[in-house]
């Protein structure tokens, strides 16, 4: 199969300077319904690996530190 | 793909709302029951209570409403085609349950002397009792899952359920969409509560997550019971429901219609007498679309102040927090525009609707040992206590099922054929992707099978589902997660072949725009007053049948019966 690069807009950021993965949290990555965001094993920073998000919230709501910031998906702005 | 062995008495497939109900009760009644809750995300935050809920839609309380009256409202709602005994079941316990959440540390909203502050809403009694601190719902629900030692397995996706020599349920079969792990998990009954089929049709945005329903359900609990052999209950009558444009989510009428806000059409006027989410209201509000009288709003720029702020506090902090983040980067501001609201896309839910995997008054599906409750099962307009209330009865029902049978080996041979069938995405190099096979389906639904419903168009979309499902022998998956999307993409095949089989069975119009037949415009009681029942047929195909609508238990009064049917507001000739 081939792999097409597309540049998209995820909906959700993470504010690394405020994200403590390194210290093991992955509070995020759990409370997710849909599975989409993860650890960046390199960075030790969460991140959006599925542009897959029901604008729900638990991952902005829940984390520790205020790092993630959910934005409505660009298609239904 | 590894393969990791379980054993349980119980199974309860789903923990969102109903789920973690059954669970916590099934122990209760028998504290020596191995009891799993298994869940495709995690029981903190799954379901569609994962961020809470503004309130109970159909909270039955004494001094408010009466069970008969509630089974009545219910009853007129669908057009006659509801086994009572099954609502009455739920209503006759809503309010032991609510004093039981309420016990737990659900905050409903009361009055000065302490009683439930309920509402009016629906067409004819009072029902909606708000919940303004009702964010909390799933931590409590986890608090009593602790409670009662259920044990939790989360991100396994559960595919298929195992069945024995009588068709009776022996186990259940999923796999870790982190990892890939393929469980097989004897049991000796199983509890379904995996939620609505929410990922049928595609919204008009085109973003597939973009839905109504958590995206979580994706209707597996639908195919999973289909293909363990149950029968599915009058899958034609769809949910589609009056959302926020775009956003997709509840604007909310059932909050805002108490404090006076109400639908109105692009003049600002009342087009509808009753906010109620049924069939008859949706027609009424695609006639106000196709009469150029649209775009149609949720109006309550006319409120004080105080109210907006209060309205504001609810819907912005609870249920889907995001929609004050959408109003302000549209620059809807409540006191000044009115939020316009489009028709959804079609799903199956019984929360809202009436379809779903059949059950009776005590939650048992056709198979043996088999139970369903919530959105996914056939009792209608069941909403939050519903799925609380249906939870308990089948984990009580299941408990006790599970003392009179007896161990069984598990068919080894529908095990590999699973594990054969839903490893083959991870093996291909070559195909499409899940994305592609899901989006399509999807589409097609949208456009062949979205009400009105025309037969000619419903053919075509039957033949060009079968293509698809050939198609998505090809699926390819590059990781577990990737993996979880495809085998959702089977599912809504799966689902949208129900949804357009279902549909051509009943040659009649029925349930307003839910069922509105353009070649059977009218309603036929003579042949169609009675449940349509989708199964696997012998030749391994879906077959339909008919089955009649169950005696009642509280009489309908001829004046009574069409109540639904007169929620257009009457215009009075203008005096020339
Ligand atoms: C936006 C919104 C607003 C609503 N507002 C109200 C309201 O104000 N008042 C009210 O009374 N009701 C309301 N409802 C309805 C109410 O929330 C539902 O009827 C009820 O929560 C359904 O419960 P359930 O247990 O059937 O499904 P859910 O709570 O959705 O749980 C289904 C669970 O199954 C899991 N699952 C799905 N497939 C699988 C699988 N293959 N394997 C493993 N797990 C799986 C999911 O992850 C999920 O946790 C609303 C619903 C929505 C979506
Ligand atoms: S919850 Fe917050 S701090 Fe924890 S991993 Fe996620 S973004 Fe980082
Ligand atoms: S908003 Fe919901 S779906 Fe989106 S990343 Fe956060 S938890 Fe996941």
């Keep these: 199969m081939s792999i097409a690069t597309t540049l998209t807009q995820a909906p959700v950021k993470v504010h690394e300077d405020k994200c403590i993965a390194e210290k093991g949290c992955t509070v995020c990555v759990d409370v997710c319904p849909l599975d989409v965001l993860a650890i960046d094993l390199v960075k030790k920073k969460a991140f959006m690996q599925f542009d897959e998000c029901w604008y729900c919230l638990p991952c902005e709501t829940d984390c520790p530190t205020g790092a993630v910031e959910v934005s409505i998906p660009y298609l239904l702005r | ?576």
């Design chain 2, 1 to 576: 793909m590894k393969r990791i062995d379980m054993e349980f008495d119980l199974v309860v497939i789903g923990g969102g709302t109903g789920g973690p109900m059954a669970a916590v009760k099934a122990k209760e009644k028998n504290p020596g029951l191995k009891v799993l809750l298994i869940d495709k995300a995690h029981v903190k935050r799954s379901g569609a209570i994962s961020m809470g809920m503004d309130g109970l839609n159909n909270a039955v309380i004494p001094g408010h409403a009466t069970p008969e009256q509630y089974v009545k409202e219910i009853t007129i709602a669908n057009d006659g085609i509801v086994d009572q005994e099954a609502v009455m079941a739920y209503a006759a316990n809503s309010f032991d349950m609510i004093q039981e959440l309420d016990r737990w540390g659900v905050k409903f909203e009361k009055d000065e002397t302490g009683d439930y502050a309920v509402r009016k809403v629906h067409h004819l009694g009072s029902y909606v009792l708000p919940m303004p601190e009702g964010h909390h719902m799933k931590k409590i629900l986890y608090r009593q899952l602790k409670r009662a030692r259920v044990e939790i397995t989360n991100r396994v996706v559960v595919t298929r359920l195992l069945t024995g020599t009588n068709g009776e349920v022996t186990g259940v079969m999923g796999f870790d969409c982190r990892t890939a792990d393929f469980y097989v998990i004897r049991c000796k009954a199983a509890v379904i509560t995996t939620g609505a089929a929410g990922r049928i049709g595609l919204p008009a945005s085109g973003y597939l997550m973009g839905t109504y329903e958590n995206p979580t359900n994706s209707g597996d609990g639908h195919a999973m019971a289909y293909h363990a052999g149950a029968a599915l209950a009058n899958l034609e009558c769809f949910q589609i429901n009056p959302l926020i444009k775009d956003y997709n989510g509840p604007a909310c009428a059932y909050v805002t219609g108490p404090f006076g806000g109400y639908t109105a059409n692009g003049k600002g006027e009342r087009f509808i007498e009753c906010d109620y989410w049924s069939g008859q209201m949706m027609l009424e509000f695609y006639r106000e679309l196709q009469s150029g009288n649209g775009p149609v709003f949720l109006k309550l720029d006319h409120l004080a102040e105080e109210t907006i702020s209060e309205i504001e506090h609810i819907l912005h902090t609870n249920e889907r927090p995001s929609r004050g983040r959408f109003h302000e980067k549209r620059g809807n501001d409540y006191r000044r525009q009115m939020i316009e609201m489009h028709i959804s896309e079609i799903g199956f839910c019984s929360g809202h609707s009436a379809s779903g995997i059949w059950t009776n008054a005590r939650g048992e599906t056709s198979v043996p040992g088999l139970y369903a409750a919530g959105d996914c099962a056939s009792v209608p307009h069941n909403y939050m206590l519903g799925a609380f209330v249906y939870g308990r009865i089948c984990g009580h029902n299941a408990a006790e099922y599970c003392s009179t049978v007896a161990d069984k080996a598990i068919d080894e041979g529908a095990v590999a054929a699973e594990q054969a069938r839903v490893s083959a995405p991870l093996q291909r190099s070559e195909g499409l992707t899940p994305f592609q096979i899901e989006y399509k389906t999807r589409r097609l639904v949208n456009d062949y099978l979205q009400p009105p419903k025309i037969t000619r168009k419903y053919e075509i979309g039957l033949r060009r589902f079968d293509e698809v499902r050939e198609d998505a022998q090809a699926m390819v998956a590059t990781n577990p997660h990737e993996l979880m999307r495809a085998m959702e993409a089977m599912s809504i095949i799966d689902c949208a072949e129900m949804a357009a089989r279902s549909s051509m069975f009943r040659t009649e119009s029925r349930w307003g725009l839910y069922h509105y037949c353009v070649d059977h415009p009218e309603r036929n009681d003579a042949d169609w007053f009675c449940h349509t029942l989708l199964s696997k047929g012998a030749d391994g195909r879906m077959a339909m049948t008919k089955k009649a609508v169950e005696p009642y238990v509280v009489p309908i009064d001829d004046d009574e019966r069409d109540a639904y049917q007169r929620l257009r507001v009457e215009r009075k000739a203008e005096a020339a």
